[in-house]
């Protein structure tokens, strides 16, 4: 059973859904293109890895400073402790450290025992678009990587209306070209500089198919977008736990969207 909405759900965007959305849609992504590529190519999985420190509260280790306040005698050589007793003393404070990690799809082929990357599809997650986060770093990064390599083509799928842009389509162009619009899709092939292929898409639209090229003289394959997402919401568990509510929207729908938002949310599944 398809998700609420004709396309996406804007409710999805929230960092409590998002992330599994990103994960699911990688995978099932992965899944569908596995299906119609043509031989010798295929489609995996990569991953980004990296630490960072928890945004989650800090709570100094309490035992560190117990003895000064109820006046409890450190222990020291004089008095038969075995510890060096200091005027000054730290306190210890431990900062927890999270591994992020974030998935992405190749699409590969391969002639005899080499393989060459022909394509990187990319879900952009809220850390990608969140400036100064290790996980925007990094992906920009991998982005102007894959831009200089001139040898893959880069695809890019922006279903986040909130952060910074940060599709390699600069912004002043994207807006000028395909205005208006809540989500875009952007591919740039390695074979076209200078060239990209955009999907402008508005929140009452369907998610479109996509088209991304193989290598030049295999044509492309297609990618349908709503396809993917409809599995994601069917096999997610995001018809028990979203609270379809427009004041929870985060970020608001664009004024223009909204008698249609009302209208989507008194439907009888939302009761």
């Not at 060239?195 to 996509?210: D, M, N, Q, T």
């Not at 396809?227 to 994601?232: A, G, I, K, L």
Request: proline share 8%.
């Amino acid at each position: 059973m398809p998700g609420p909405f004709p396309g996406m759900d804007p409710f999805l965007e929230s960092p409590a859904f998002f992330p599994s959305l990103h994960e699911r849609m990688i995978v099932y992504a992965s899944e569908m293109l596995q299906k119609h590529l043509p031989a010798p190519y295929f489609a995996d999985i990569g991953e980004r890895l990296w630490v960072e420190t928890s945004r989650r509260k800090v709570i100094p280790d309490v035992d560190v400073f117990r003895s000064a306040i109820v006046g409890r005698p450190i222990a020291t050589k004089a008095n038969g402790g075995g510890a060096v007793a200091t005027r000054s003393k730290p306190i210890v404070i431990t900062v927890m450290h999270d591994e992020s990690r974030e998935t992405f799809v190749e699409i590969r082929t391969r002639a005899d025992d080499e393989e060459r990357l022909v394509a990187t599809i990319e879900v952009l997650s809220r850390s990608n678009k969140r400036p100064g986060d290790e996980g925007q770093t990094l992906y920009l990064k991998k982005q102007q990587e894959i831009v200089d390599s001139q040898s893959s083509h880069l695809v890019e799928i922006d279903l986040l209306r909130s952060g910074k842009h940060t599709t390699s389509i600069p912004l002043d162009e994207l807006r000028r070209k395909a205005m208006p619009y809540d989500y875009h899709v952007c591919v740039r092939p390695f074979d076209q500089p200078g060239k990209f292929h955009v999907y402008a898409i508005e929140l009452p639209e369907r998610l479109p198919e996509i088209s991304i090229p193989l290598l030049p003289g295999d044509g492309s394959v297609a990618l349908d977008l709503q396809t993917v997402m409809d599995r994601c919401y069917d096999a997610g568990p995001y018809r028990q736990r979203v609270r379809y509510a427009l004041d929870r929207l985060k970020p608001p729908a664009r004024r223009k969207h909204l008698k249609w938002l009302k209208r989507m949310l008194s439907k009888s599944l939302f009761d």
